[in-house]
């Protein structure tokens, strides 16, 4: 035990944890195989610990306290009984909501945006990261200020109070408000910034690896291109997106990008404030999904992604359903994934099973996804044709007549880019029907 010199026990304060949480009709809660998973799994990753919980269902939550009088008072009784020092409510409270439980058991309340944003703010470590997270505790900052400031004294540096943004909480909704307009427009230079590097990537084609968290791509890109990257099993191990290039069997590179994980009902101001980090995935050629097989819970957690998916407008996007550990799944759990998802890949990163099928389908993927054009340019449009060999796969090519002619392969993105340049210089092109 770490102390002073005085001898006052120096060691940081872990929050004993009550977790409660509402099963809504429809909600994630109700069709989860054990709904207070999750939100413990959060707190862990808070660094706080479990001390018990609870859990209600209610046909619609309750306007003063989110939860019943009877189930109030049950999580009072918990309270006491564990010394807990923080509950957790896996639930987005509205301000009132925050107040009256507060009141009525007499501890700290965090709610479930609070704490993915604390886990956010001990997580992040680039600027972007940093800034990022700022601007979605001043979003969502802004209506809570009144009972933020009431306990702001006694929990500075605690769970749900921790980040850059932290020293703002005593500033009124004027200074927030112009502090937000700030981050958004240095954010915005940076996404500017990271699209640009993206478009003028060697490598024609970008490969995205998403899903929930801590269902492996970390370990995926590790295996895949040697990357010396952390990998940990805990909840969102991964803030800011690392990119590097893998080589495909056939020779061919690609850029491979690993971003941070989804989780259900992902806080939609931490969607936005990490769009530049997402940015790797929106500009994707190819989304590679990849999913705990093992996760009692895998079907949710499909469905989770693929909402943050359509909110990031990525849906669009060709995909590619990779389930993950199947190390650790029994024989008759296999042969039901199976089933259930014929069009997914089966793979252990672990113990690398599947790893060359996994290869193959993404090279014949990128081939079908791909553009095949025959174009032909001036030879003089040296900046030009420097750019196509360095975004397209030059199968062949030849000059004629001063002419510069190829057969060539490229992402629609890199098309999108060069073909007004193209036409600018007189240059023609068409389809081509040979791969």
């Keep these: 035990m770490g102390s002073t010199k005085d001898g006052i026990d120096s060691k940081p304060l872990v929050d004993r944890t009550i977790v409660a949480t509402l099963v809504l009709p429809g909600s994630g809660a109700e069709r989860a195989f054990d709904p207070l998973q999750e939100i413990s799994g959060l707190v862990e990753a808070a660094g706080a610990i479990v001390v018990g919980g609870v859990t209600q269902r209610l046909s619609k939550i309750n306007p003063r306290t989110a939860f019943g009088r009877g189930k109030v008072a049950e999580i009072k009784e918990l309270v006491n009984a564990t010394d807990a ?32 944003l604390d886990i956010f703010a001990t997580r992040a470590q680039t600027n972007q990261a940093k800034l990022q997270v700022e601007l979605a505790q001043m979003e969502y900052m802004k209506t809570r200020l009144k009972r933020m400031w009431t306990h702001l004294e006694r929990t500075e540096g605690a769970v749900g109070s921790r980040g850059p943004g932290e020293t703002q909480l005593e500033t009124d909704r004027r200074l927030v408000s112009a502090k937000v307009v700030s981050l958004k427009r240095k954010l915005k230079e940076i996404e500017n910034r990271r699209h640009r590097e993206a478009i003028a990537r060697e490598y024609p084609y970008t490969v995205s690896l998403v899903g929930y968290t801590n269902a492996g791509k970390s370990s995926m ?136 099928n996994f290869d193959a389908t993404v090279a014949e993927l990128v081939d079908k996804w791909s553009l095949h054009l025959e174009v032909e340019i001036p030879a003089t449009e040296g900046k030009l044709l420097s750019d196509f060999n360095k975004h397209a796969l030059v199968v062949r090519e030849h000059y004629e007549d001063s002419n510069w002619v190829a057969h060539i392969s490229l992402a629609p993105r890199h098309w999108n880019a060069l073909r007004s340049r193209v036409e600018k210089c007189g240059g023609t092109f068409s389809v081509s029907l040979e791969r």
């Design 221 to 356: 890109l590790k295996r895949l291109t040697a990357a010396d990257v952390y990998i940990a099993d805990q909840l969102f191990a991964t803030l800011d997106t690392r990119v590097r290039y893998w080589a495909l069997q056939d020779t061919r590179k690609v850029v491979l990008a690993d971003t941070v994980g989804f989780v259900r009902d992902l806080p939609h101001d931490l969607v936005a404030s990490f769009h530049a980090t997402l940015e790797e995935t929106m500009n994707a050629d190819l989304l590679i999904h990849l999913c705990d097989a093992s996760d009692p819970d895998l079907a949710l957690n499909i469905d989770a992604v693929n909402d943050v998916l359509e909110q990031l407008k990525a849906d669009s996007i060709p995909s590619l359903l990779v389930l993950n550990k199947f190390d650790r799944v029994s024989d008759e759990l296999a042969l039901e994934l199976k089933h259930k998802h014929p069009e997914a890949l089966c793979v252990s990163v672990h113990d690398g099973f599947g790893l060359d």
């Design 85 to 116: 020092t923080l509950v957790v409510i896996d639930h987005d409270l509205s301000p009132s909501q925050g107040r009256n439980l507060e009141k009525d058991l007499a501890i700290r309340v965090v709610d479930r945006t609070e704490l993915i």
